[in-house]
């Protein structure tokens, strides 16, 4: 059931998967969207009919954002409007090929591939989870993928992502470099849910 208040493109068959307003304007509004199917027998996740989506209207009309994209299929996304500079986005995407982190300068008009591999990407996780008969119901089943991003709030260039394979990343020049942070003592192989960038200080 879609949430009161909340518009996405009117696209049959593809889920809303989030929705992120510009700072400052909430007539801008940025969604990703994707398609999952679950069968009896399988589950159908991606579709290149899926992808990230920008209204200029408060939901009334959307246009589809491709250049630099993934053309490929299209997965889930994660989306993020820089708090510090409303003209950057970004979008982490599980896509085939072309999954990572990009970024837009310009609104969403064009992207760029910013981050290398920021995930374990052990051979023994890369993999179907759930039975032998009946897989996940909601869509992770290849691990090694990064799962949250947090960009900072108070300096442009600070972007803190995590894996679902338990490791933490920052980049404090915009992406040309990533430093592996992970705590010590956080467990192999956790899921990074969420991560938020602090609004005090610069991260």
Do not use: C
């Amino acid at each position: 059931m879609q949430p009161v208040g909340v518009v996405h493109p009117p696209i049959g068959g593809l889920h809303l998967d989030v929705t992120r307003l510009q700072p400052g304007n909430p007539s801008v509004l940025y969604a990703s969207m994707w398609r999952a199917e679950r069968k009896p027998w399988t589950i159908i996740s991606g579709a290149r009919e899926g992808g990230v989506y920008k209204s200029t209207d408060g939901g009334a009309t959307w246009k589809k954002l491709s250049t630099g994209l993934p053309q490929g299929l299209f997965g889930k996304a994660d989306l993020a409007v820089s708090a510090a500079n409303p003209n950057r986005v970004y979008v982490l995407i599980e896509a085939e090929p072309g999954a990572g982190l990009y970024r837009s300068e310009d609104r969403g008009a064009s992207w760029e591939r910013i981050s290398p591999d920021l995930t374990r990407h052990d051979p023994k996780t890369l993999g179907e989870s759930g039975g032998p008969i009946t897989h996940d119901m909601n869509s992770p089943e290849v691990y090694g993928t990064v799962f949250a991003l947090g960009p900072g709030k108070k300096d442009v260039n600070i972007i803190w992502a995590g894996s679902d394979d338990g490791l933490i990343h920052v980049t404090r020049d915009g992406g040309k470099n990533w430093k592996n942070v992970t705590p010590k003592d956080l467990p192999p192989g956790g899921r990074v849910q969420n991560i938020d960038a602090s609004k005090d200080q610069p991260g």
